[in-house]
């Protein structure tokens, strides 16, 4: 049977043959540890749970509005000045507004500029979409606006910036922030941001969007998350922000996609919204102290750009790989023998690299580590 050339231009994620393979190895008895979760590993909190449950008993549980719960939408466009509900749009996850976010920018050929290392689904979800994913190099894990510059062609439609980062950590500051918005203004494209992981920056920082710059707000469509932030990973709550004429497009094609967001799964996020900087600030501290641990531990061994937030550090590994393995084989290496998981860099298009995940609880991050440098 033939299936089409769509499904078979685009790669597997990588992180599902790794989680399979750890699995397998939890079946045989093995005691594994996973550092290469994507989630934090908090309960959600308790106020989340009892607005689902009110919902559920209420009956929200029918079809609703294709682009979200008037209320929740009205709530979000608080986060933006002079936005209203005509500029958000509620999706299942930020994962699915990026990927209509695509479909919307791109004709057969269009180029979107991505920074490598980038997140998995990125190039993917731009090929789809039958766009070409055009893939800058980064300097110290920052932007290089020269790169990006010289990478701007007449087929450029739009940049894709994802600050705090997902592998690296690293949070663009508000300079690099505005010249790419001065960038994006100079050639007229979309600039895409993908700030999943708003919630968790470190050392004192505050999170700074690209939406601060007024004048790029035309051009601008912010894609941001529940998951992270709310431990709300399984509720697939995110949402996009932007003009009402490109919001409207992504609700046209959301129309033949997937329809509305769970119903109840949009109560518990606007419970979510209820919750006070009290009750979240904790998840930060616990994860800046986490960060802070397994940074100094791991850059003792390897070369590690510190990360300022999301949750993740992506060192320098190629030292050990001696030009003999790649690190993909050295992640295997030490799933197999050593018991510990973490994602290759070629996952995020940058061998020589592993990232590890510190949103794991204490005991497992201090044993994940230490059979990460026994393994060396
Ligand atoms: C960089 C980045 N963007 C977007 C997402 C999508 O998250 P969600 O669909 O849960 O909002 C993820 C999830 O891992 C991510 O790492």
Known sequence: MKLADRVNHIEESGTVQFTLLLQQLRRDGRDVIDLAVGEPPYDTPAGIIEGTRQALEDGQTKYGAVGGLTELKSRLAEQFEGYDEDNILISNGSKQSLYTIFQTLCNPGDEVIILRPYWVSFPEQIKLAGGRPVIVRSRNHQPD??????????????????????????????????????????????????????????????????????DIRQQLIVTRSFSKGHQMTGFRVGFAAAAPEVIAALNKLQSHLTGNVCTFAQYGALAALDLSADDLNPYRKDLESKRDYAYRAISAVFDCIKPRGAFYLFPDVADYLKGEMTSADFARRLLKEKGVAVVPGEEFGTAGHIRISYAVPENQLASGIERIIEGL
């Not at 918005?181 to 004192?204: C, Q, R, W």
């Open 145 to 214: 606006l020269d790169e990006i510059q010289q990478t701007i062609s007449a087929k450029t439609r739009a940049i894709l910036i994802n600050s705090p980062n997902n592998p690296t950590g690293a949070v663009y500051p508000s300079a690099v922030l505005e010249e790419i918005a001065a960038l994006a203004l100079k050639h007229n494209l979309f600039i895409v941001s993908d700030e999943a992981y708003s919630a968790y920056v470190y050392d004192g920082l505050q999170f700074k969007s690209i939406f601060a710059y007024e």
